[in-house]
């Protein structure tokens, strides 16, 4: 069975103070690395997909890397507008599978 | 704006009643699914469509939820007997054929009393 644990649960920063968020996941072929950002009310908004290990991509303060068996979402210099909880979901590479999702880390950035 | 449309944002039911929720998907997404996302969890599978077909369901779906999507369009999930424990977000994605990117709505909250 697919499974996303992502650490820690929360993850409290200054502003200013970089750091990183954890995806590990167990997937039977991976199809993709989805990282989502998801505001208290409001439904998962796309961030990154990421399909092979040693891919990285970048937005802003965000990046987000992969290996064979987990994902790093890494955050330079967070702002308080950064704040929100950051879910990862895996897909498998076969058929028409769902999205798998982590239970997410919540950021809250402190001015 | 031409994002998913979730139809109601908030919902309040006694329990025992039923509820629909609407979900319009992006124009040109052929494929359509539901998750239900609970306090301090990730979003959890529910079902999904391509066009009008109801290709997969999850174990979660029990016999009191039931799920359409006629002519291929917009979809609506239907809770019957509803229970405390259905009280969650409820939200729709869409996506195209490839299936690879999905794009959320911003959910339904449902209380149950």
């Known amino acids: 069975e697919d499974q996303v644990t992502q650490s820690p649960e929360a993850l409290r920063l200054q502003e200013g103070e970089s750091s990183s968020l954890n995806c590990s996941y167990t997937?039977?072929?991976?199809?993709?690395l989805f990282w989502y950002r998801q505001d208290p009310g409001k439904g998962p908004e796309f961030l990154f997909t990421?399909?092979?290990a040693g891919e990285e991509k970048e937005k802003e303060r965000l990046k987000a890397t992969l290996t064979k068996k987990e994902s790093f979402l890494h955050i330079t210099a967070p702002k308080p507008e950064d704040s929100a909880t950051y879910l990862c979901?895996?897909?498998?590479?076969?058929?028409?599978?769902?999205?798998?999702f982590g239970k997410g880390t919540r950021l809250s950035v402190i001015a | 704006d031409t994002g998913v449309s979730q139809d109601p944002r908030h919902k309040i039911t006694k329990r025992g009643q039923n509820v629909t929720f609407r979900c319009d998907p992006i124009s040109e997404h052929n494929r359509l699914y539901w998750y239900r996302q609970t306090l301090g969890q990730g979003p959890e599978f529910l079902t999904y469509?391509?066009?009008?077909?109801?290709?997969?369901k999850s174990r979660l779906l029990s016999d009191r939820f039931s799920a359409e999507r006629p002519k291929g369009s917009f979809s609506t999930l239907e809770i019957q007997r509803t229970e405390q424990g259905d009280s969650a977000m409820y939200l729709c994605a869409s996506s195209s054929t490839s299936g690879t990117f999905l794009f959320f709505g911003q959910g339904t909250r449902l209380t149950v009393v």
């Open positions: 997937v039977s072929g991976l199809r993709g």
């Open positions: 990421l399909y092979s």
């Open positions: 469509f391509q066009n009008e077909a109801q290709l997969e």
């Open positions: 979901a895996v897909r498998r590479n076969s058929g028409n599978t769902p999205l798998v």
